[in-house]
């Protein structure tokens, strides 16, 4: 019998610059779009932040909560990152959301220590069941950095002790929560009975109602295409240790990188060194999607500088561009010279191309 596993990452976006920037790690931490709330850190829910509230009452309740602006790169960056944990562990991946994945992994404690390396930046949890949804619920169920398995065959037990209100992560809103404990309705499996047409009839979430109280969500869990990378690296005949040894392999592979490119941009870059002791690595996110020789060679360069210190023997060198994406179609200008009237005209940019 298939085994399903869900991997559920809280407020994502929190936990995301936590991971992007270490110092953050452990303060209470919001993130805030359009002037409200939309993800906050274990920290910050504790003093009393919710979601949804204007930035101006959560600074104003609470000063001392560190508040910083979505960053669309740096959340996609770090999904790409777990994303990518996950599938050095299996590739049978289905993303649901950056935050949630399911997984079809076995056995299905191999995914216990990076949920608790992955707990440190912010509340991570896992659920493991037969199908999809319970293992949906096990993983809200969970305590922080812990995998919680139900047992095979024991679906229907598990939804007996969970209350509705582990609904209102997957989308069943605070009034139909209300309104369910009027029906005394206060536990999951309590809805099995009810038809999706009598849920639909009563509650707009109706079909989210029918499908996580059933548990019969199975079926084969979709194998995943990693985003592509682009990846270039030097071996060193013999150590080198200075600065003016590294540089030109440094550029060397950078322009080879650059090559390989064809068009893309890159938002991330990453310098690793290959050292007598060990692998020193440091990522870097770009400000903006670049495609020039020129915008990669600096970040290069200066992420390099930062890994080389006194004592650093260099046995190989790498770097590896990701966030790869072409750069969107540029429309020209509509107002065309007499007679050409009924013609557009439409650009591609290109690396090197004006403005």
């Not at 085994?3 to 993130?31: H, N, T």
């Not at 030109?248 to 650059?258: H, Y």
């Amino acid at each position: 019998m298939a085994r399903f596993l869900f991997l559920y990452i809280a407020d994502f976006p929190a936990w995301a610059a936590a991971v992007s920037e270490p110092a953050l790690r452990g303060k209470p931490l919001l993130i805030y779009r359009s002037g409200r709330v939309i993800a906050a850190n274990a920290a910050a829910r504790t003093l009393g932040v919710q979601g949804g509230w204007t930035l101006h009452k959560a600074q104003s309740l609470f000063p001392e909560v560190v508040s910083l602006p979505y960053r669309s790169v740096t959340t996609t960056l770090a999904w790409e990152d777990v994303v990518t944990a996950l599938y050095r562990l299996t590739p049978c991946i289905e993303v649901v959301r950056p935050g949630s994945a399911l997984l079809d992994l076995t056995p299905e404690t191999a995914i216990a220590p990076l949920v608790r390396r992955w707990n440190a930046y912010g509340t991570t949890r896992a659920g493991a069941a037969d199908d999809r949804t319970t293992a949906e619920l096990a993983a809200l169920c969970a305590r922080p950095g812990i995998l919680n398995c139900v047992m095979t065959g024991g679906s229907s037990d598990f939804l007996a002790t969970v209350p509705v209100e582990n609904l209102a992560p997957v989308g069943v809103g605070s009034h139909t929560l209300e309104r369910l404990g009027w029906f005394g309705w206060h536990m999951v499996a309590q809805l099995k009975p009810l038809s999706q047409r009598q849920l639909a009839a009563q509650f707009p979430e109706g079909e989210v109602l029918f499908r996580y109280a059933q548990a019969s969500s199975t079926g084969k869990v979709a194998t995943f295409v990693p985003p592509p990378t682009i990846s270039t690296h030097y071996a060193f005949e013999e150590t080198v240790q200075e600065p003016h040894d590294v540089e030109p392999v440094l550029r060397l592979i950078t322009e080879t990188a650059w090559q390989q490119l064809q068009g893309r941009t890159t938002r991330m870059l990453t310098v690793q060194v290959q050292t007598s002791t060990g692998k020193l690595r440091r990522r870097r996110i770009l400000r903006e999607p670049a495609a020039d020789l020129q915008a990669l060679w600096h970040p290069a360069y200066h992420t390099l500088m930062s890994l080389l210190g006194a004592g650093v023997f260099i046995d190989r060198l790498e770097i590896e561009l990701a966030g790869l994406a072409h750069p969107p179609a540029v429309q020209g200008n509509l107002f065309s010279p007499p007679g050409l009237r009924f013609k557009r005209c439409y650009a591609l940019w290109t690396p090197g191309s004006p403005g």
